[in-house]
């Protein structure tokens, strides 16, 4: 059993019955520290800094779109991400702060935890066609957050860090782009295209569907507004419908309400989900095979909290 830290690292490797045969600890930029064995076994880990597999020949770890040299700290190619950071060298690792974040996929780098801070992060491969209204579609999400006050008093505030990753043509390139990264670890990926919907409840084409938790179809045969766009982002967070605001299934609302983040919590295993309180936002019954399961890397003790939203 490989027992990793708060980046993802793997620490400790014990056997079935919960001896310790391998004991890890690495230097800030991953290069090996302490490398303890058990003297009764020959077991080495190949998933090391980051949780990544390290190369026992160049000793380069692989994150899927790039090899990474902890020995120099920085990557062994250029960040094919680079023009969205322009400020920052396409060679160095988690942004020069390797202690607070970390890359799942070699593309780019993602809050593990920062303070009183927990970020929702999700990435996004479209087509060229989805592009502008997927854009809108995120901002709403990107300009949202809330604040919770806990019973010690103190607040934590809930943001959300969401992106477009590449444009493609056609779908096929969107699609095996968004595979290929979750193949690679990265599972907070998805795909937005246009193309041919199921038949809603009112008997029509929807207007928008997500399939899997992260495969979105936008209706090509209609003008789909920003909402639509918005709304389907909600499902690839663990969102399911709701009776108002912007999950309400062919609603004209906006507003992403707090209790929303109940169900993206809870399908991390983080909280329970809203119970139906309130008299005019509740959830309602929902296809839960359409709604994106999440990943969460944080320490233990954040689960005392959420648990108390």
Not at 106 to 131: H, M, P
Not at 172 to 177: G, R
Not at 267 to 286: A, D, E, F, H, I
Request: aromatic fraction near 12%; charge should be neutral.
């Amino acid at each position: 059993w490989q027992h990793s830290d708060h980046l993802g690292s793997a620490s400790w490797i014990t056997d079935t019955a919960g001896r310790a045969i391998q004991h890890l600890q690495y230097m800030p930029w991953g290069e090996p520290l302490l490398d303890y064995r058990n003297p009764s076994t020959s077991y080495s880990a190949r998933y090391t800094f980051s949780g990544k597999e390290r190369d026992t020949e160049s000793g380069y770890s692989y994150f899927g779109a790039r090899y990474y040299n902890s020995a120099y700290s920085i990557w062994m190619s250029v960040d094919p991400m680079s023009d969205k950071y322009p400020s920052i060298s396409p060679y160095v690792y988690c942004g020069n702060n390797p202690v607070k974040l970390v890359d799942p996929s070699g593309e780019d780098y993602e809050v593990v935890i920062e303070g009183n801070t927990i970020t929702i992060k999700a990435t996004y491969f479209v087509t060229k066609d989805t592009k502008k209204e997927m854009e809108e579609g995120i901002k709403m999400w990107n300009n949202t957050s809330f604040s919770y006050k806990l019973n010690d008093g103190k607040k934590y505030n809930l943001k959300f860090d969401l992106s477009i990753a590449g444009e493609f043509d056609t779908y096929e390139d969107a699609y095996q782009k968004c595979k290929d990264a979750k193949n690679n670890g990265d599972f907070s990926t998805n795909v937005c295209f246009t193309g041919n919907t199921s038949v809603a409840n009112n008997g029509l084409p929807a207007l928008g569907e997500t399939e899997a938790g992260f495969i979105t179809t936008i209706n090509q045969n209609k003008t789909v507004k920003n909402r639509t766009y918005a709304h389907e982002i909600g499902h690839t967070l663990g969102i399911g419908e709701w009776s108002s605001g912007l999950m309400e299934s062919g609603g004209t609302g906006t507003t992403i309400h707090r209790r929303y983040m109940k169900q993206t919590l809870n399908r991390v295993g983080l909280c329970s989900g809203p119970q139906s309180m309130s008299l005019y936002n509740n959830p309602v019954q929902t296809n839960w095979s359409h709604v994106g399961n999440g990943k969460y890397k944080t320490p233990p003790f954040i689960k005392l909290w959420l648990r108390n939203l």
